[in-house]
């Protein structure tokens, strides 16, 4: 089976680090994930006004993730949380009320930063607010990425053998959980509770 993913950057920014991840992780996933950007750029600023009349950017990326077997969300971690235009988008896929887009989509958190901490704490923020939208997330292997800007090319090639190894390593195991979540079929997880 061929698995449709859906990406979202959490980065606008026009030479952003987490793109060129993004990019990385399309050319070393296993070859039955299909990948479609999810962009969130042109999103207004979320408001329940906006619930009895969605807009079509609202409505697009709805319909996006709808149409998406996975999620997978690649991410800066502004001042230690989920960059606020991310976070727009992801309320704007939580509504209107009922209507919560990210139900039981299988979804993976990874992000890179310059320094050390690898955007751990985004993730981690992401995980409550994602547990909230019943979405299951991948849980091992974490990916905190210490970004290494000799490690890619400009397009996401990666040119380190070890991050290779390990980005590889990373795709195989959420294409394998994306596989384990939809087999199991909606209307069953979560049911007995
Ligand atoms: C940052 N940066 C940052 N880095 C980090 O590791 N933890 C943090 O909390 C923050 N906070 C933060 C806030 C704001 C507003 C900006 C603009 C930046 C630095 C950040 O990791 C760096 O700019 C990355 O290059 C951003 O990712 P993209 O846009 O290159 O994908």
Redesign the pocket.
């Known amino acids: 089976a061929t698995y449709k993913i859906g990406y979202l950057v959490g ?1 606008l ?1 026009s ?5 060129v991840l993004a990019q990385a992780l399309m050319k070393v996933a296993p070859d039955d994930l299909e990948f479609t950007e999810i962009p969130i750029r042109d999103l207004p600023l979320y408001s329940s006004d906006y619930d009895s009349d969605y807009p079509p950017a609202g409505r697009a990326l709805k319909d996006a993730i709808e149409a998406s077997d996975g999620i997978l969300i690649v991410s ?5 949380s989920i960059p606020g235009g991310l976070k727009n988008a992801i309320d704007w896929g939580s509504r209107p009320w009922g209507t919560n887009s990210f139900a039981r989509k299988p979804t993976g958190i990874i992000g ?4 050390g ?1 690898g ?1 751990a ?1 985004m993730q981690s923020s992401m995980r409550g607010v994602l547990s909230f939208l019943d979405a299951p997330q991948l849980n091992a292997p974490e990916a905190y990425i210490r970004f290494d800007p000799d490690a890619y090319g400009p397009n996401g090639e990666v040119k380190d053998e070890a991050t290779e190894a390990f980005l590889r390593h990373y795709m195989d195991e959420y294409g394998a959980f994306v596989e384990r979540v939809l087999s199991v079929g909606p209307g069953h997880i979560g049911d007995d509770h």
Not at 15 to 19: E, G, L
Not at 76 to 80: A, G, H, I, M, V
């Open positions: 980065s920014a030479n952003s680090i987490n793109r800066p971690e502004y001042n230690r890179a930063s310059p320094g901490i955007t704490v």
